[in-house]
């Protein structure tokens, strides 16, 4: 078939170009979400993102006005997950072993988190678990824990009950003496987290 009677090119119908956009814009969450957990938000370049989403790099700019905005859109969605999960109406421990669930699941998240953690100043992470301790608090009162137990300390020991395994693996196979990936380790770990957790009420 010669130029004179090939087909004119179709242009790209609206539904189409909006499938195009949301498909580059996971690329690029999911790009980023691996750069980030294993570089840190300072060590990921732009370019590597746009290279593993296998998109060009100024549709991060177009998409998510930059570096800061793709990084600051997966902490919202993290945060959007969390409140799909957070039920107030199951018991502690059993909420608790979904945030273990996830975090064995996909450990980039924790491991983002923790780059944070290590390399930006403290005043500039904002505080967003006041909800949390809401909740925690609530529980507190309905007989959940102890009275002699402070919300903010459970808190805590809860967060690093979840973390330890995905940020610190090889204290976890010191201990355990087991890989810690492995499906026999999270059997185990999360029936003893949630007897931990129950032993915290009265």
Not at 56 to 67: A, M, P, R, S
Not at 68 to 79: A, H, P
């Amino acid at each position: 078939m010669d130029e004179t009677t090939r087909s004119p090119r179709r242009a790209p119908r609206s539904g189409e170009r909006k499938q195009d956009a949301e498909r580059s814009r996971r690329l690029l969450l999911e790009a980023a979400k691996e750069e980030f957990a294993a570089k840190g938000f300072a060590g990921a370049r732009v370019q590597d993102i746009a290279d593993r989403a296998g998109v060009n790099k100024q549709l991060i700019n177009y998409y998510f006005g930059g570096k800061e905005g793709l990084y600051c859109e997966l902490g919202r969605r993290w945060l959007e997950w969390e409140s799909e999960i957070s039920d107030p109406g199951i018991p502690l421990g059993e909420l608790w072993e979904r945030y273990l669930a996830e975090a064995m699941a996909d450990g980039r998240g924790l491991r983002l988190a923790a780059w944070r953690g290590l390399t930006e100043e403290l005043d500039a992470i904002p505080d967003d678990d006041s909800e949390d301790l809401a909740d925690l608090t609530r529980r507190k009162a309905d007989g959940e824990l102890a009275e002699d137990l402070e919300v903010e300390a459970v808190m805590a020991m809860m967060n690093a009950m979840v973390v330890l395994p995905v940020v610190m693996p090889n204290a976890i196979r010191r201990i355990y003496g087991m890989d810690p990936r492995s499906p026999e380790f999270y059997e185990r770990y999360a029936a003893q987290m949630r007897r931990i957790i129950a032993h915290l009420a009265p």
